[in-house]
């Protein structure tokens, strides 16, 4: 077995809106070619540049701000600190002219204001793109072409990449998504059989033994305070959504609702009663997915669509279970590490053993599986065993089979948003039906996520994020 293991930082990163696979991903993507020609010296000679977009990427980029992710990409942003004001000013410059200074980033480090530029600049822009919706590379459908050439023809360089899910990227001939994997783990799994069984022998929880695995590339307090910084940025993505107000982006006209249930809840529930736990969770699951939309910053968990999910049931954790809501700080901070650490030791399942990807397999590798992934959370911070915590992550993914993923106009609000908040309300329920039982049930985990892999795999392409079927063909955009 190979002793290796995908962080915790890996499944959580921090990002931007509206897609990780969609946005996130090609931009990697884009930022990765460019900085290929920068290590080989060859930007500056660069005179003119393609990208070709193929399968799901060109199906449904425009919803999803595919295009635009990608100039800024080769602009030189990332999505860990993108400034998205200066990149949208950027991008909105790039639409007037059609041009784009490579790597001209505005930075700090390079003296602000966009200067000085790294690069030539270059006719490239979301107009001059070509799509191929209907041409699926064999790797996987999220393919994205990048060729430079030089003044004279020839070619400096031609790469191309896959946004596989959860924002990785892999180019093609490469084995792996990178990514910061792990590498010589103490506990290695590559089952949820595994998982436990390795937990069980070395006596410690499941959140415990991720951790152990994480040591090999952080210490402690840096994976506490990695978590903890996650946290704080979930905890901002859902304040700037609650001041958000209209309607979302794109032809659909979707108003915001989080900012108005806010104010209700907060007038309707000031005492934090239990009667109004699953409103506050569809609150939360309400405004990340709504923020992520507007193309704000947000934690992929484990994707972007799914975004909503895991601070939703975090949200439940921290307020209403009665162990943690009046614990003080110290207390509080533990449960909610090995809340993240537990829902990734899932996390990794899925990607090891499926997907995540809502274009390879359908909406059951998303939501389903950040669904799966918040109940095995919830499951450790109630305490639960092992088994237990197996059990809660099956339930959820049970009842998440065969979802399918059908984003009307290609944009990532219906059905995204409401569904994150259903999944959620999945992941407290499993959670809470794992807890009755003493850990020992009929259909394990990783039957559960065979079965997501074989029923994504038999899916109609209709059904993996083209919106070429389901509600996208039966809801009319207007
Ligand atoms: S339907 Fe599901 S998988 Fe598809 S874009 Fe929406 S959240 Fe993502």
């Not at 000085?116 to 999220?142: C, K, W």
Request: glycine share 12%; net charge negative.
């Amino acid at each position: 077995m190979n002793a290796t293991d995908i962080s915790v930082f890996d499944l959580f990163s921090i990002g931007v809106g509206p897609s990780s696979s969609h946005t996130v991903g090609p931009m990697r993507a884009a930022n990765r070619f460019v900085t290929e020609l920068i290590d080989a010296g060859a930007l500056e000679r660069v005179a003119e540049l393609s990208v070709d977009l193929y399968g799901s990427l060109a199906a449904t980029g425009a919803g999803h701000g595919t295009m635009a992710a990608t100039v800024k990409g080769l602009a030189g942003w990332e999505p860990e600190s993108i400034d998205i004001a200066a990149a949208e000013r950027q991008l909105a410059e790039n639409q007037a002219t059609g041009r784009l200074v490579l790597a001209g980033r505005p930075s700090p480090a390079r003296g602000g204001g966009g200067e000085p530029a790294t690069g030539p600049e270059v006719a490239v822009s979301e107009a001059a793109m070509t799509l191929r919706p209907l041409t699926v590379l064999e790797r996987h459908t999220n393919g994205v072409r990048f060729r430079a050439l030089d003044a004279g023809g020839a070619v400096l360089d031609e790469r191309t990449y896959f946004s596989v899910g959860g924002g990785f990227v892999v180019e093609e001939g490469e084995e792996a998504a990178d990514g910061d994997s792990l590498a010589d783990v103490p506990h290695p799994y590559d089952s949820a059989e595994q998982l436990v069984s390795r937990a069980s022998e070395a006596g410690i929880s499941i959140a415990r033994l991720k951790l152990e695995n994480e040591l090999t590339a952080r210490s402690e307090r840096e994976v506490e305070e990695g978590i903890l910084a996650i946290y704080r940025v979930m905890r901002e993505c859902i304040g700037s959504s609650l001041e958000r107000i209209g309607y979302l982006p794109g032809e659909l006209k979707v108003r915001c609702r989080a900012g108005q249930w806010h104010r209700d809840l907060l007038r309707e529930d000031a005492g934090k009663s239990a009667e109004y736990a699953i409103d506050w969770v569809n609150l939360i699951a309400l405004a990340v997915n709504e923020e992520n939309a507007f193309g704000g910053r947000v934690v992929t968990a484990p994707t972007n669509g799914a975004a909503g999910i895991l601070p939703a049931v975090l949200h439940y954790a921290m307020n209403y279970l009665p162990g943690i809501r009046t614990a003080g700080r110290p207390a509080r901070e533990r449960a909610l590490v090995d809340f993240f650490l537990a829902s990734a030791a899932v996390g990794a399942l899925y990607k090891k053993r499926a997907s995540i990807s809502g274009a390879e397999v359908g909406c059951q590798g998303e939501v389903g599986s950040a669904s799966s992934m918040a109940a095995a959370g919830l499951a450790q911070v109630m305490g639960g065993s092992s088994q237990q915590i197996e059990n809660a992550a099956e339930i959820a993914m049970e009842h998440n089979l065969g979802l399918t993923c059908d984003p009307v106009g290609g944009l990532v609000q219906i059905p995204c948003i409401e569904r994150n908040a259903m999944a959620a309300a999945k992941a407290v329920n499993a959670a809470k039906i794992a807890l009755r039982g003493d850990g020992e049930h009929r259909v394990s985990l990783d039957q559960v996520i065979e079965t997501m892999r074989q029923t994504g795999a038999d899916m109609s392409a209709r059904y993996k994020e083209t919106s070429r079927g389901g509600l996208a063909v039966n809801v009319v955009e207007c």
